[in-house]
């Protein structure tokens, strides 16, 4: 139990909140048919996050979000201007600026490298989830003991907050966000301001993917952000089955590939565990491929 | 009476080809057909009255007022195909969207919104369909919900944008039915229209628009061959579908 | 001075640049250019068990090949997936893209976690294929990647007058009798191979940099294309060199990183000359 809590429990908690938090928010991605844009946030965030870090030294998750936020504004803006200036149609924009911002991050984590003790190359492109630990844990005890608690890694303040706030967000703000998926036009006529709704929901996302890149990395962010939307969309009609379904089953995939990371390995008599987050990202693909499969066979049976 | 939609020097798009230059002109109670090639800028004179899109030079007012504070007053029926009719909502989901400014945004529908909302879908003949997913209707049924979702928001000035685009014949009926019933009611309709056919037996008034204001007033004076010869640019084979008067 | 070695990698991440300028230019046209990201991020579990599958026969280490065939065969099987799930009728391509290039990825790094506990060097050089390193390449790899590159522009020049039709006016060429499906999966298998070739230098992840930014800068100033063919392959070999010659350089750069830093560069002047014919 000490060392479930001790070695476990955190990456648990952290995959189930990323999961959580991504599979809600990626439902709106894909309803707008603007899947590209969770990729793109996903990788544009590296060089505001490497700034923040560099800039202040400091080990809080605030200057980290900060600069990934900065640094998505930035990229959507730049994705506008890309596409004015050069006359190029959105999918390309957005994969020119991406990857212009991307490989921008990897040159500014390499330069500024001495600053950044919590994250390396290693960490953007596999996630540390196996490297959060909660040493401090002594019992079931420390579970309500503030002291331990504190203990806990930051990351988990990070995704607790952009959780709870995601969630706040998509339940208060339940039909409007409904409304500007299906049709921003009919939105905007009825008064709605959807280009700051649109932001606000990109910034929402940004921030996702920032509290999540910390536990499993930019690209498998993609992976949560977009495979539990798509499984579900495969398979429902109905737009509350859709929107939860997704952050359920997101947070599922992350409680799953933690705890199979370990003993999955150790059953099948190997000395090694696999890297979680690869692994939750693995599972995701293979839930959207059951999806597949199930939906071809209704068309089929029907 | 202040005209329900009346527009002063609208001027849509930059460089040498806007898309809309300099149209100045006042709608009239009723039912106005707006009509035009491709490109004649039918579409975009209604965007960019709803500040959809922007304009680069001219005022339009709704009732004599500026669009926020007409808004409640207007209805917006955009092109079906701009919508995806996958998306996971039934028709009364739909339809009920229009409520939107009078629910909290959060919790379930209102009861006296949901009422509203079914009303609507049985005025264009759909209440057998209220919970049926919107992917799982024809296109005509889909149009008709839009129709719907549009007098949901009980307004006094309705812009359409090709709601009889591609619809079966029942649908046409039952869009012209109701389009005639609100103007029973005073209500003004600007529709803009794919085609030339069911002007003289319909609609009141035509504007005729070619980037500009090619002939605007009621069917009898502005609906000519002439007309329609200048905006079309006279190609031989372009004879409208019915003889205009 | 530059050492031979060096001589052959960079002259080979020339060809590359330039083969991804001009392959990337008939992507571009077709709207095809991002489908290079999920060929990038999908050859990653190829890469892996084909190293995997080489040490386990005993065979050598280090050699390119197997890696670039695994690659490539898992690359397509992205592809395949991507038909599969835009085929539902649900799913659009960008959201298939996502979830493609991200669960191969994810796959190949669990493959990865694998690979890290067994003995041998081949786990040591495969995480340079995520991000490109010019500096560990041998000059027989640069050499296979340079000559997949060439052989890509060759497939072209033959294809030259359809491709063309295809790009610009693809009703026209059918009435012409030109197969369109046969040579859109000829484009597609060109843009497979451009992208494996590019692995070993750019890594898996910024290829698709390699195969947008130079067809768009060259689009904004040229005319036709043949004109635009050449100031594609032309950026993208100035570009391939130059991140190689920062990478071989600064070791602790990734090439790809340099590679793409570098296209954005030509694609900022090509901007600036722009605007500046248009006033």
Not at chain 3, 213 to 239: E, F, K, N, Y
């Amino acid at each position: 139990m000490m060392d479930f809590l001790r070695l476990d429990l955190p990456a648990l908690l952290a995959a189930i909140m990323a999961g959580g938090t991504c599979g809600l928010l990626g439902s709106f991605l894909v309803l707008r048919r603007e899947s590209l844009l969770g990729d793109a946030l996903s990788h544009s965030i590296l060089p505001g996050i490497v700034v923040g870090f560099a800039l202040t030294g400091l080990r809080s998750a605030w200057p980290m979000l900060l600069g990934a936020l900065v640094a998505a504004l930035l990229a959507t803006l730049a994705i506008g201007w890309v596409r004015r200036a050069a006359r190029l149609e959105t999918g390309a924009a957005t994969g020119l600026v991406f990857t212009g911002f991307f490989a921008l991050g990897l040159v500014l984590l390499e330069v500024t490298g001495a600053r950044n003790a919590d994250i390396d190359v290693d960490c953007v492109l596999f996630g540390q989830l196996e490297t959060l630990v909660w040493l401090e844990a002594t019992g079931l005890a420390s579970l309500f003991d503030t002291a331990a608690l504190a203990g806990l890694p930051r990351q988990l303040g990070l995704l607790a907050a952009v959780a709870l706030v995601a969630g706040l967000v998509v339940a208060l703000c339940w039909r409007p966000l409904q409304l500007i998926a299906f049709d921003p036009d009919f939105a905007a006529s009825l008064g709605m301001r959807v280009g700051r709704w649109e932001m606000g929901l990109n910034l929402l996302i940004a921030g996702a993917a920032v509290a999540a890149f910390e536990a499993v990395g930019s690209i498998l962010v993609v992976a949560m952000l977009i495979c539990p939307a798509v499984a579900l969309r495969l398979i429902t009609d109905r737009y509350r089955v859709q929107v939860l379904g997704a952050a359920a089953l997101g947070a599922a995939l992350g409680a799953a590939g933690v705890l199979l990371a370990g003993p999955l390995p150790a059953a099948m008599g190997l000395n090694l565990s696999l890297n979680a987050a690869g692994l939750i990202g693995t599972l995701a693909g293979l839930v959207v491929a059951g999806s597949l499969t199930v939906r071809t066979n209704r068309a089929a049976a029907a | 009476m202040k005209a329900p939609f009346s527009c002063r020097g609208l001027t849509v798009g930059y460089g040498g080809r806007p898309a809309l230059s300099d149209v100045t002109w006042d709608a009239t109670p009723g039912l106005t057909a707006i009509l035009g090639p491709n490109g004649a800028g039918k579409s975009t004179l209604l965007k960019a009255a709803l500040r959809l899109i922007p304009a680069e030079a001219g005022e339009v007012r709704f009732f004599g007022e500026a669009l926020e504070a007409a808004r409640p007053r207007i209805a917006y029926l955009p092109q079906r195909a701009s919508v995806d009719w996958d998306f996971p909502a039934s028709a009364l989901d739909i339809v009920a969207m229009a409520r939107l400014p009078r629910m909290r945004w959060w919790g379930s529908v209102p009861r006296r919104e949901r009422e509203a909302a079914r009303a609507a879908l049985a005025s264009v003949g759909l209440e057998d369909f209220a919970d049926r997913q919107i992917g799982r209707l024809s296109g005509g049924q889909q149009q008709r919900v839009f129709l719907a979702r549009a007098l949901a928001q009980e307004a006094d000035l309705f812009l359409m944008d090709e709601p009889l685009a591609a619809v079966d014949a029942v649908t046409e009926q039952t869009i012209l039915a109701v389009l005639h019933g609100l103007a029973r009611e005073g209500k003004s309709v600007l529709m803009v229209h794919h085609d030339l056919s069911l002007i003289t037996a319909h609609f009141d008034e035509v504007l005729i628009l070619a980037g500009r204001v090619v002939a605007a007033g009621p069917v009898r004076e502005a609906f000519t061959e002439a007309s329609i010869a200048t905006a079309f640019g006279g190609l031989p084979g372009r004879a409208p579908v019915e003889a205009p008067a | 001075m530059i050492g031979h070695n060096t001589l052959v990698v960079l002259l080979g991440c020339a060809a590359l640049g330039a083969a991804s300028g001009i392959v990337g230019c008939f992507a571009l046209l077709r709207g095809r250019a991002l489908l290079a990201d999920a060929i990038g991020h999908a050859a990653l579990p190829g890469v892996v068990a084909a190293s995997l599958i080489m040490a386990a026969l005993g065979g050598p280490a280090r050699s390119l090949a197997p890696l670039l065939l695994g690659a490539a065969l898992s690359a397509w099987l992205g592809l395949l997936a991507l038909r599969a799930l835009t085929a539902s009728g649900r799913i659009r391509q960008d959201a298939g893209i996502g979830v493609v290039l991200s669960a191969f990825y994810a796959l190949g790094t669990v493959g990865l976690s694998v690979a890290q506990t067994l003995p041998g060097a081949a786990q040591a050089g495969l995480s340079h294929f995520i991000l490109g390193q010019a500096a560990t390449m041998t000059e027989n790899d640069a050499l296979l990647a340079g000559g997949l590159a060439l052989a890509c522009l060759a497939v072209i020049a033959a294809l030259f007058q359809p491709l063309r039709a295809l790009c610009f006016d693809e009703a026209f060429a059918r009435s012409q009798g030109v197969p369109v499906r046969a040579l859109d999966l000829v484009l597609l298998g060109l843009l497979l191979a451009v992208c494996v070739a590019g692995l070993p230098a750019v890594g898996l992840l910024l290829v698709v940099a390699l195969l947008i930014v130079p067809a768009a800068a060259a689009r904004l100033v040229t005319q036709g294309l043949p004109a635009m063919l050449a100031v594609a392959g032309s950026l993208g070999a100035a570009a391939g060199a130059t991140g190689a010659l920062v990478s071989v350089r600064f070791a602790q750069i990734p090439t790809g990183a340099a590679v793409v830093l570098a296209g954005l560069c030509g694609f900022g002047a090509a901007v600036a000359i722009s605007r500046r014919a248009a006033r």
